[in-house]
């Protein structure tokens, strides 16, 4: 039974628990997220160019992201654990703003959504990037992290107006 608040991760007392999702239908289900980290100018440009010293921050930040999403439910105490079946990260160089921008895709066939996983795999890529370049900019500022879009399941659709 749900908190009265509506808030499903309460039950009627108050207490927190893991929804029961055993009776919601497996259907397709995707979620897409973004985030940016901006950063001196220069630093923007090692990243560019490849050039960091401890090697290739946006393959390794891509990498953190991927695995983060699978990680999910060992982050938040309350998220289910979900075999996703698609994860891609990818980043966007903004030179105007000095920033990086990630978007991260997650989809599954399950009872419940992908937002969570694909929001873990943006905070953990930016926070990637943060430690591999924070002996030559600390500080870099993370913003902006949000769900854009999640398709699937009971509510249908929702894309964020622009």
């Not at 998220?79 to 990818?90: G, W």
Request: net charge neutral.
């Amino acid at each position: 039974m749900q908190a009265p608040s509506g808030l499903t991760h309460f039950d009627a007392h108050g207490q927190a628990h893991m929804v029961d999702v055993a009776a919601k239908a497996a259907t397709h289900r995707v979620a897409v997220a973004q985030g940016r980290i901006t950063m001196l100018p220069a630093t923007l440009q090692v990243i560019a160019q490849g050039s960091a010293r401890k090697g290739d921050v946006l393959g390794v930040a891509r990498i953190a992201g991927i695995m983060a999403a699978k990680k999910t439910s060992e982050l938040i105490p309350l998220c289910h654990p979900l075999a996703l079946t698609h994860v891609a990260v990818e980043f966007q160089i903004d030179e105007a703003s000095s920033a990086v921008s990630c978007q991260a895709t997650v989809e599954t066939v399950g009872p419940t959504g992908v937002e969570m996983e694909a929001l873990t795999a943006v905070q953990v890529a930016l926070l990637t990037i943060y430690d591999m370049c924070k002996a030559i900019d600390r500080g870099m500022v993370m913003t902006d992290v949000k769900v854009l879009e999640k398709h699937g399941g009971k509510s249908g659709s929702w894309v964020v107006q622009p």
